[in-house]
T-cell receptor, first 114, second 112 residues
Framework: DAGVIQSPRHEVTEMGQEVTLRCKPISGHDYLFWYRQTMMRGLELLIYFNNNVPIDDSGMPEDRFSAKMPNASFSTLKIQPSEPRDSAVYFC????????????FGNGTRLTVT | GENVEQHPSTLSVQEGDSAVIKCTYSDSASNYFPWYKQELGKRPQLIIDIRSNVGEKKDQRIAVTLNKTAKHFSLHITETQPEDSAVYFCAINTGGGNKLTFGTGTQLKVEL
């Protein structure tokens, strides 16, 4: 299996622009998570899906952030409009059903907003 | 609550020495406690995990101990090597067990 696949690996954009991050989870995984990593706040859970349905979006910082999962093999995280403080590494992760099943991370997208 | 505290934030050891990282948590419903290793510029990767029905688990040079009564668990690395240098994160399952909440990370540096 290729693992969790994220694109792009790096994104540099100007503030005010729309940013879309993409994720393909491991085939057969029921849960998909979006995390943001910064030096100041560590690994923060933004939102997670179960069987393509958003379950908990309490970590989404503002209305500028939105996430979708139109099917079992694809999810997007969108920031519109982007701001410099959104600069971070965004990780997508997935796992199978079962509270104790391991979480598998993608390689992340490093976002820089200037 | 869902907080998990991790200590120390940085740890420097000599090659061959042991390293211990500790996490404490408050959610008594948590029953899954994984540890992740993140090398510079890379993704977090699971290195070991423990479930609440056991007190200790070992895999070669790494081990995890769990004290569910006191709500803390620890990562032990013996005979450290330079390639152990990385950031280590503990985590607990929360939100009914469906999501992982991570500690703040420990930067481990193994010096020659």
């Amino acid at each position: 299996d290729a693992g969790v696949i994220q694109s792009p690996r790096h994104e540099v954009t100007e503030m005010g622009q729309e940013v879309t991050l993409r994720c393909k989870p491991i085939s057969g995984h029921d849960y998909l998570f979006w995390y943001r990593q910064t030096m100041m706040r560590g690994l923060e859970l933004l939102i997670y899906f179960n069987n393509n349905v958003p379950i908990d979006d309490s970590g989404m910082p503002e209305d500028r952030f939105s996430a979708k999962m139109p099917n079992a093999s694809f999810s997007t995280l969108k920031i519109q409009p982007s701001e410099p403080r959104d600069s971070a590494v965004y990780f997508c992760a997935s796992r199978v059903i079962g509270a104790n099943s391991p979480l598998h991370f993608g390689n992340g997208t490093r976002l820089t907003v200037t | 609550g869902e907080n998990v505290e991790q200590h120390p934030s940085t740890l420097s050891v000599q090659e061959g020495d042991s390293a211990v990282i500790k996490c404490t948590y408050s959610d008594s419903a948590s029953n899954y406690f994984p540890w992740y290793k993140q090398e510079l510029g890379k993704r977090p990767q699971l290195i070991i995990d423990i479930r609440s029905n056991v007190g200790e688990k070992k895999d070669q040079r790494i081990a995890v101990t769990l004290n569910k009564t006191a709500k803390h668990f620890s990562l032990h690395i013996t005979e450290t090597q330079p390639e152990d240098s990385a950031v280590y994160f503990c985590a607990i399952n929360t939100g009914g067990g469906n999501k992982l909440t991570f500690g703040t990370g420990t930067q481990l540096k193994v010096e020659l």
